[in-house]
């Protein structure tokens, strides 16, 4: 008899806690209202008083972004080309996605060759660059040269200034197996 009521307890501090970490749908209008009360004594034992209230209102705006990877294979012999895809995507029903920024590590064992194809949804305004460390070191604006690696480790980075509602796009490099 213990367990069951154990469970239900435990399941309701799970629901409660999680309630508390939701994001508010993307249209909600949230509500804040402050109030303020006054008179005209300051012992206020008499004298005529007030209240006043004011009201904002703020509606909810989030893009909803998604991004996911794919190789052209699964399996490589040493020396055979391997593009790697990201795919990126804004969910959103209300809002666009700004400064939108992707970065990629090229992996271990494998050599940077070429950048194939950047399809930006909005108007063709995909900016990419290039480092060898994600800090500490500037990007260079471009691409990597062909052959680069593995001495080190090469990132790409591509960034969108804007991503509308239910846009897509595309980046996809090569490179070669070590």
């Known amino acids: 008899m213990i367990a069951p009521r154990l469970a239900v307890a435990a399941m309701a501090l799970l629901l409660a806690g999680s309630a508390n970490a939701m994001t508010a749908a993307c249209?909600?209008?949230?509500?804040n209202v402050a109030s303020a009360t006054y008179s005209i004594n300051f012992d206020r034992s008499s004298g005529v008083g007030a209240n006043n209230n004011g009201t904002a209102m703020v509606v909810v705006a989030n893009p909803v972004a998604l991004l996911w990877k794919t190789a052209s294979t699964t399996v490589q012999a040493p020396g055979g080309a391997v593009q790697f895809c990201i795919s990126f995507d804004n969910q959103s029903d209300c809002t666009s996605a700004?400064?939108?920024?992707?970065?990629?590590?090229?992996?271990?064992?494998?050599?940077?060759?070429?950048?194939?194809?950047?399809?930006?949804?909005?108007?063709?305004?995909?900016?990419?660059?290039?480092?060898?460390?994600?800090?500490?070191?500037?990007?260079?604006?471009?691409?990597?040269?062909?052959?680069?690696?593995?001495?080190?480790?090469?990132?790409?980075?591509?960034?969108?200034?804007?991503?509308?509602?239910?846009?897509?796009?595309?980046?996809?490099?090569t490179v070669t197996i070590l």
């Open 98 to 173: 700004f400064n939108v920024v992707i970065t990629d590590r090229v992996p271990d064992n494998m050599r940077f060759m070429s950048v194939d194809l950047m399809n930006d949804p909005w108007d063709g305004q995909i900016f990419n660059t290039w480092s060898t460390a994600l800090t500490g070191q500037p990007w260079t604006a471009g691409n990597p040269p062909a052959g680069q690696g593995p001495v080190g480790s090469v990132y790409l980075r591509w960034s969108l200034p804007m991503q509308g509602m239910w846009e897509s796009g595309i980046v996809c490099y």
């Open 27 to 31: 249209g909600v209008v949230l509500t």
